[in-house]
């Protein structure tokens, strides 16, 4: 029961270019949504969020967006450069309850940026 | 500011041996939170700590697997009679009290079971 899907297992992207990488869920009480970054034999880094009362966040070069009607959200890297190579997961949380919870990740989308 | 620490980074061990890992969160972070990795997957949830308190395990915690934080600082995940399935890289995650839904990552340490 994959509740958080990527189905974009890799993207190329010239370097100066746009990358665009996509993010579904599928359970409607996921409120909060955040964005990391993972280069091999490292963990996950944190890159961006968004609370599901927004539709956008914006943090210099990455911007995410939030579909709550279509379980969709986006995170836009304007312009990608080579050092953005890395995996990229998708995750969410409930956080209406007011205490921390487990994060639910997709598998991740594989970010090529290409000279 | 140090980041999430993880020891050791790598543990190769027989089939039925017990390995234990260690992760110490950043400081102040009162909570933590333990992951499992496998190839081409995401990371999946396994326990989560409040200060020294375990408030949720995953059904994905069998009872071989076995996790403390005993003063609320650092914590150790033990698994007992280790199998090839066991095979993934173990993540360590810790939040703070005013922004605890976002989790800062440790390293990592990467278990293979021959």
């Known amino acids: ?14 370097e100066g270019r746009i990358s665009i990488l996509n993010c ?21 880094t944190f890159l961006i969020s968004i609370s599901s009362i927004k539709d956008k966040n914006e943090d210099g070069r990455f911007t995410v967006f939030l579909n709550k009607s279509a379980k969709h959200l986006s995170l836009h890297i304007v312009p990608s450069q080579p ?5 990229y997961f998708c995750a969410a949380s409930f956080i209406n309850t007011g205490t921390a919870s487990k994060l639910t990740f997709g598998t991740g989308t594989r970010l090529q940026v290409t000279l | ?15 039925g041996q017990n390995v234990t890992f ?5 400081s102040e972070h009162n909570r933590l939170y333990w992951y499992r990795q496998t190839l081409g997957q995401g ?3 396994l326990t989560y700590f409040q200060n020294e308190a375990q408030l949720e395990k995953s059904r994905l915690l069998s009872d071989r697997f076995s996790a403390e934080r005993p003063k609320g600082s650092f914590s150790t995940l033990e698994i ?3 199998e090839q399935g066991d095979s993934a890289m173990y993540l360590c ?6 922004r605890n839904y976002e989790q800062y990552f440790g390293p990592g340490t990467r278990l293979t079971v021959t």
């Open chain 1, 24 to 44: 579904d869920y599928t359970n409607s009480m996921f409120d909060y949504f955040l964005w990391y970054k993972k280069y091999p034999a490292e963990g996950p």
């Open chain 1, 1 to 14: 029961d994959q509740q958080v899907k990527q189905n974009s297992p890799s993207l190329s992207v010239q």
């Open chain 2, 43 to 45: 990371p999946e949830f």
């Open chain 2, 80 to 82: 007992q009679r280790t």
């Open chain 2, 93 to 98: 995650a810790s939040s703070s009290r005013t």
């Open chain 2, 22 to 26: 260690r992760c110490d969160p950043i």
């Open chain 2, 1 to 15: 500011d140090t980041g999430v620490s993880q020891d050791p980074r790598h543990k190769i061990t027989k089939r």
């Open chain 1, 83 to 87: 050092g953005d190579s890395a995996v």
